[in-house]
Nanobody, 130 residues
Framework: QVQVVESGGDLVQPGGALRLSCAAS???????????VAWFRQAPGKEREGVAV????????NYLDSVKGRFTISRDNAKNMAYLQMDSLKPEDTADYYC????????????????????WGQGTQVTVSS
């Protein structure tokens, strides 16, 4: 089982920036290199939505349309870490943000399908407000 821990959530003013971190760990010899990594978010009263996803080596990424150009997903597989850089934040970005991973030995295209992700963090809260 892989453990995932997010950090970095905070209260920020509109137009501000935050960087969320995701630390993954697991069995002896675990490497994030063989996993899809995605960030999801859930705002109060709304359904969970995929925000950003990264393929195994980080070269393939995809984003929710509303965050394209503002959010950037990255990863450091050597450190088993992933990140979500969020710029030009808007009040509608307010939500609990979750990092999730799933095994991708076949290096297939990673996507936002939540049911594929079997390891989730506890979430970190992002509030965008003046």
């Amino acid at each position: 089982q892989v453990q995932v821990v997010e950090s970095g959530g905070d209260l920020v003013q509109p137009g501000g920036a935050l960087r969320l971190s995701c630390a993954a760990s697991g069995f002896s010899g675990f490497s994030l290199l063989y996993y899809c990594v995605a960030w999801f978010r859930q705002a109060p009263g709304k359904e969970r939505e995929g925000v950003a996803v990264s393929g195994n080596d980080g070269t393939e990424t995809n984003y929710l349309d509303s965050v394209k150009g503002r959010f950037t997903i990255s990863r450091d597989n050597a450190k088993n870490m992933a990140y979500l850089q969020m710029d030009s934040l808007k009040p509608e970005d307010t939500a609990d943000y979750y990092c999730a991973v799933h095994n991708n030995w076949g290096n297939r295209l990673c996507d936002f399908t939540p049911s594929k992700y079997d390891s989730w963090g506890q979430g970190t809260q992002v509030t965008v407000s003046s």
